[in-house]
T-cell receptor
Framework: GEDVEQSLFLSVREGDSSVINCTYT??????LYWYKQEPGAGLQLLTY?????DMKQDQRLTVLLNKKDKHLSLRIADTQTGDSAIYFC????????????FGSGTRLSIRP | GAVVSQHPSWVICKSGTSVKIECRSL??????MFWYRQFPKQSLMLMAT?????????EQGVEKDKFLINHASLTLSTLTVTSAHPEDSSFYIC???????????FGPGTRLTVT
């Protein structure tokens, strides 16, 4: 199974909030990331959170980190059609924390 | 911002041939680069860590004799898929860490199709 786990699909109505959840395994991860991948496009770093933080907000994005439960979530407020994509949770590993391990990805679809 | 390029962006080859994919950091130096493979509708799987001046380190289950990695310079890593088979068809993505731990720059990917 995946070391970093996510649900595969999420469908939300346009204008609602989307919450994508992720669980990870390495408690020593320095950074946790959320990446976005649109069809036919490369990876786009959406946001990241340092492991000693609980929350980070960046415009419509809110990241919550529960280190005790190794749970990470991404909330997208006022979801738009342009938010349709696959969202990958990822954790940093290795002595330099530069190795990134990805979750399975959550495909977010927006319905009108 | 920092840019990582890959060449080619897509390639079709016949079974049994070898294919080389290049990953370049365009405006920064990278002593380490990472190679990932992504199958359709699946996640990115880390294949190996490319190290300038030393051997690559491979993840468990990745055949190092099949996926040859050479970190030729501080701005170039190459992945050679040797004796390619149809099951090697995939999207190969490289990345390079930037100056701080949170920065990881990804290439646009190379789509390999083996017929």
């Amino acid at each position: 199974g995946e070391d970093v786990e996510q649900s595969l699909f999420l469908s939300v109505r346009e204008g609602d909030s989307s919450v994508i959840n992720c669980t990870y395994t390495d408690s020593s991860s320095t950074y946790l990331y959320w990446y976005k991948q649109e069809p036919g496009a490369g990876l786009q770093l959406l946001t990241y959170i340092f492991s000693n933080m609980d929350m980070k907000q960046d415009q419509r994005l809110t990241v919550l980190l529960n280190k005790k439960d190794k749970h990470l979530s991404l909330r997208i407020a006022d979801t738009q059609t342009g938010d349709s994509a696959i969202y990958f949770c990822a954790e940093s590993r290795g002595s330099s924390a530069s190795k990134i391990i990805f979750g399975s990805g959550t495909r977010l679809s927006i319905r009108p | 911002g920092a840019v990582v390029s890959q060449h080619p962006s897509w390639v079709i080859c016949k079974s049994g041939t070898s294919v080389k994919i290049e990953c370049r950091s365009l405006d920064f130096q990278a002593t380490t680069m990472f190679w990932y493979r992504q199958f359709p509708k699946q996640s990115l799987m880390l294949m190996a860590t490319s190290n300038e001046g030393s051997k690559a380190t491979y993840e468990q289950g990745v055949e190092k004799d099949k996926f040859l990695i050479n970190h030729a310079s501080l701005t170039l890593s190459t992945l050679t898929v040797t004796s390619a088979h149809p099951e090697d068809s995939s999207f190969y993505i490289c990345s390079a860490p930037g100056g701080s731990l949170r920065e990881q720059y990804f290439g646009p990917g190379t789509r390999l199709t083996v017929t």
